[in-house]
């Protein structure tokens, strides 16, 4: 895939408010031929608004969620969304999932987050039977049942397929997942990957993680039409530490706030590239009260382990190791300013 990289525009969750030029950013997406807009959701603004309100004022660009956390919407809910859009759209609409992390899950949304792997093959199995609407709904499992039994019910549920019919049984779902067990569950049961701070150094290990789900019986997908979307933050500036700063703000925030120190899924996979004493000293001084200082000292190697930084010669060789990985396509948070410049150096 040396020179087939697709490109998608990434624009996350909101912050502390709404984010400005965002109709820019993605009618430059779809006047660049970006293959794809993706929103996201943390603890805030939802996935699925934004795409509806940006995705409008588009005719091309595929529109996706990368990721909606499953604890968010029961997965009849999300299903209904996701056909929603597909409809409004035109049949461009894809279904990022993701678990989330027990902080969240459990803090957050008031839900259990144990068995995360056994819960979300249950959920995409129900959205699926949305979404092919072939037979009413029904799931007897550990994590959901459809319809609902039990002491606390009125006892009156009935299984029910969706009144509107979905535009495409096939509709893709993408699957966010870190670990080899959901990286090798997310190709056994997903159309494609949504990948998080990987790095060319563990593409030989995802491959195997890969291939061990596409060897599962009843696989979906194989290598040949299995897609992997994978964000890599490219900052192009002649000073490669400047550069690099812009990065190490969510690095640092990943690592040292988004989880316990007992459970960061994001802290646990710079620990397998080889940061581990980097990261026990980023999450000390994070939860430490020490926030800037743990951000500034995120490594600059760690930094070109995930993302592409410094000048543009710098970024097109840096390039070269990316176009050798598992990524179909490589999704990017850029300005309108820099989105044109980036193009040029992806389609090289």
């Not at 792997?117 to 072939?134: C, F, G, K, M, N």
């Not at 899924?265 to 990261?279: E, I, K, N, P, T």
Request: charged share 25%.
């Amino acid at each position: 895939m040396a020179n087939d990289l697709k490109l998608g525009l990434v624009l996350g969750y909101w912050f502390a408010q709404p984010p400005t030029g965002v109709a820019d950013r993605v009618a430059a997406a779809e006047r660049l031929g970006f293959d794809s807009v993706w929103s996201a959701e943390a603890y805030g603004s939802d996935c699925f608004t934004p795409l509806a309100w940006y995705g409008a004022a588009t005719r091309r660009v595929q529109l996706g969620t990368a990721v909606c956390q499953m604890a968010a919407r029961t997965p009849v809910a999300t299903a209904m969304s996701a056909l929603t859009l597909d409809h409004l759209t035109e049949g461009r609409f894809i279904l990022g999932l993701g678990a989330s992390g027990p902080q969240v899950v459990e803090g957050w949304y008031g839900q259990p987050y144990p068995k995360p792997l056994a819960r979300t093959r249950e959920y995409i199995d129900i959205v699926r039977q949305v979404l092919a609407r072939e037979a009413p709904v029904s799931l007897d499992g550990q994590h959901f049942q459809l319809p609902r039994r039990g002491d606390d019910t009125a006892g009156l549920g009935k299984a029910l397929k969706s009144i509107t019919h979905p535009l495409r049984a096939d509709l893709p779902v993408y699957l966010g997942a870190e670990g080899p067990k959901n990286v090798a569950l997310a190709a056994e049961i997903a159309d494609g990957w949504l990948p998080m701070f990987m790095s060319p150094g563990l593409d030989p290990l995802y491959r195997e993680n890969l291939e061990e789900g596409w060897a599962r019986p009843g696989a979906r997908r194989g290598p040949d039409d299995f897609e992997v979307a994978n964000l890599v933050q490219i900052v192009i500036d002649d000073d490669v530490e400047a550069a690099a700063d812009q990065v190490r703000m969510s690095l640092g925030f990943y690592i040292g706030g988004m989880g316990a120190r007992e459970v960061n899924f994001h802290a646990d996979l710079f620990s397998r590239m080889g940061y581990a004493d980097d990261v026990a000293r980023i999450q000390d001084m994070f939860l430490g009260g020490q926030k800037e200082e743990a951000i500034a000292s995120v490594p600059l190697a760690l930094v070109e382990d995930v993302a592409l930084v410094g000048p543009e010669d710098k970024i097109r060789e840096d390039l070269e190791r990316w176009r050798e990985t598992c990524i179909t396509t490589l999704l990017v948070a850029a300005p309108p300013a820099q989105m044109e410049q980036i193009t040029d150096l992806v389609r090289g």
